[in-house]
């Protein structure tokens, strides 16, 4: 399978091509990539399935997007990101 | 778009019952949320092959999917979430929104319609579920069969049910490492119960055989005990786990704790729609059906796990039943479907002894601390319910998530609110019936939306 590239909050990354998000970034050792609202606290995949909404992440600046359904697109540039977006 | 039956839901049930449809000549829309056919169930890497000891059946789907695509019978829309059905009487309108990135908003028009929307993990609360590494067992497999990827270099896999061996059967498979299996009941209870024998040796020597392989793999098996908490590093992230068993409690490091105990029934558009639900013998919310899968409305069928848990070989027969039912309503007759009803009734008997034998433990909620957090969107802690319950008097769902935000999260519940129900009955007494376990399940948005997406719809219904 071909590989992509991505960035994520900065740094170059690559994966498999087909990987969805969450498995890009799992692939390279991440673990975490949103912050919660009230505590800070460190997410990232939960469920898995597209049910939780834990694994929210910002893709070229749009934001709330589950990395466990999204698939990665070469070039894109994710970025961590603390609650949620649209209710900021 | 218009069409004569929308099929919702594209695992065992769905793919069956959109094949069962359309051959019956029925023209049939399927949608589906996921990238690829299969659900979770069939969940694969587009490459072909699978590790799925089932992937023969998929394969038979797939092709008997793609006949009727090209006699022009079915369409299938993936990568298409539904966020609300409506039913004007006659019809029913189902809302899409296509893609996490929002390419598109569709509407599909059609006057009968298949629910097939599966099932997602039940995750308990403990201490530490919300650190990074902890994830659920269906989101790890999920990895595995869609991503070839194994999350962790050290995984623990624990809660309740045959699930969770065969899942560490699949990351050993993938090369990954599981430390332990952590089982709450007996990994031989069902080997033990001649009844259930006879309803299903075939997948009780699976079990028996994925114990040897895990075994074989070095694997920890600790039955008869439960996840304590998930021990976090200087990033918050797992490190360990503490594992309560009956000899007390042990430490085991890892990386990647997974944890399911059994599977919820999505049944949010069938509430939204106003189907009869009952509570199951696993204490899930579950969509009445009849002997032809048919709801309480006689325009809509169900099949699969949200008319009750009872694994893919019931949702693939539930599927050929929906399917058929409903070309028949509008006159079309194919086969008749006496081998899916006894694959059905076969594995419906079989289920009970599953279920019943790998059951959430009583009073589990009674050993979680105050400080763990229950609602992971609104990040509410047990406490906080506790107190709503005692001090405030709360004694439903509902009452609690007023006074607390329980529930009113992103997930809209569907990670708490079991959860949030078991904490009340074990705090005051009170179960949760049916009537208030639909309630907690009701969203007039069964997906979030942007406001963009919404506007576009009403704009586009005017």
């Known amino acids: 399978m071909s590989e992509i590239r991505f960035t994520f909050d900065g740094v170059e990354m690559r994966t498999t091509a087909g990987s969805t998000v969450a498995a890009a970034l799992i692939s390279n050792g991440v673990m975490a990539w949103r912050s919660t609202r009230h505590n800070d606290a460190p997410r990232g995949l939960f469920c898995g399935i597209g049910q939780c909404f834990d694994c929210l992440i910002t893709i070229n600046d749009k934001a709330d997007i589950r990395a466990c359904l999204d698939v990665i697109q070469n070039g894109d540039v994710l970025s961590s990101q603390a609650g949620v977006r649209d209710e900021d | 778009m218009k069409t004569e039956l929308v099929v919702i839901g594209a695992g065992p049930a769905g793919l069956s019952a959109a094949a069962a449809a359309a051959e019956r000549g029925v023209r049939v829309v399927l949608v589906d949320a996921g990238e690829r056919l299969g659900g979770q169930y069939f969940r694969h890497d587009g490459s072909g092959e699978s590790h799925n000891r089932d992937w023969a059946t998929y394969q038979q789907l797939a092709q008997r999917i793609a006949a009727q695509q090209s ?23 189902v809302r899409i929104r296509k893609g996490e990135r929002d390419e598109a908003a569709i509407e599909v028009i059609a006057p009968r319609l298949i629910l097939a929307t599966g099932a997602h993990d039940r995750a308990l609360a403990f201490d530490g579920w919300d650190a990074p590494g902890s994830i659920t067992v ?113 430490g ?28 199951g013998i696993d204490e899930s919310l579950n969509v009445t059906v009849d002997d032809n899968q048919q709801t309480s409305n006689d325009r ?98 509902r009452a609690v998530k007023l006074f607390t935000r329980v529930g009113m999260g992103w997930c809209q519940g569907r990670m708490c609110a079991a959860n949030c129900a078991d904490v009340i009955r074990d705090c005051a007494g009170v179960e949760t019936d049916a009537a208030a376990l639909a309630a907690a399940h009701k969203r007039v948005i069964a997906q979030p939306i942007t406001l963009g997406t919404l506007a576009e719809w009403d704009s586009g219904a005017q």
């Open chain 2, 71 to 93: 006699r022009g019978n079915l369409s299938y829309l993936s990568r298409s979430a539904v966020w609300s059905v409506s039913d004007d009487g006659e019809s029913f309108t």
């Open chain 2, 138 to 250: 269906g989101g790890l497999q999920s990895l595995v069969k869609g991503n070839n990827l194994v999350a962790g270099q050290r995984v623990v896999i624990a809660g309740t049910g045959p699930f969770l061996l065969a899942t560490a059967a699949d990351v050993l498979k993938a090369g990954g490492t599981v430390v332990a299996v952590v089982e709450a009941h007996s990994f031989t209870a069902l080997a033990a119960n001649p009844a259930a024998m006879i309803a299903g040796r075939h997948k009780i020597s699976q079990a028996i055989e994925l114990l040897g392989a895990l075994r074989r793999g070095n694997v920890r098996l600790i039955d008869r005990a439960t996840i304590d908490a998930a021990l976090r590093n200087d990033n918050g992230a797992v490190r360990a786990v503490s594992v309560r068993t009956n000899k007390g409690i042990i």
């Open chain 2, 300 to 397: 809509v069928w169900a099949a699969g796990e949200l008319a009750g848990i009872a694994g893919s070989d019931v949702a693939l027969a539930e599927g050929e039943i929906a399917g058929a039912a409903a070309a028949d309503s509008v006159g079309r007759r194919g086969a008749d479907t006496e081998d899916a009803r006894r694959t059905r009734a076969r594995g419906r008997r079989f289920a009970k002894y599953l279920l019943s034998a790998y059951s959430i433990p009583a009073g589990w909620t009674k050993h979680l601390p105050n400080h763990t957090t229950l609602c992971r969107c609104e990040e509410v802690t047990v406490g906080e319910v506790r107190e709503a319950i005692d001090e405030f008097g709360a004694s439903d769902p």
């Open chain 2, 252 to 279: 085991i490091e890892c990386d990647v704790v997974a944890t399911g105990w059994g599977f919820e029934p999505n049944v949010e558009l069938a509430v939204n729609l106003g189907l009869s639900t009952k509570v």
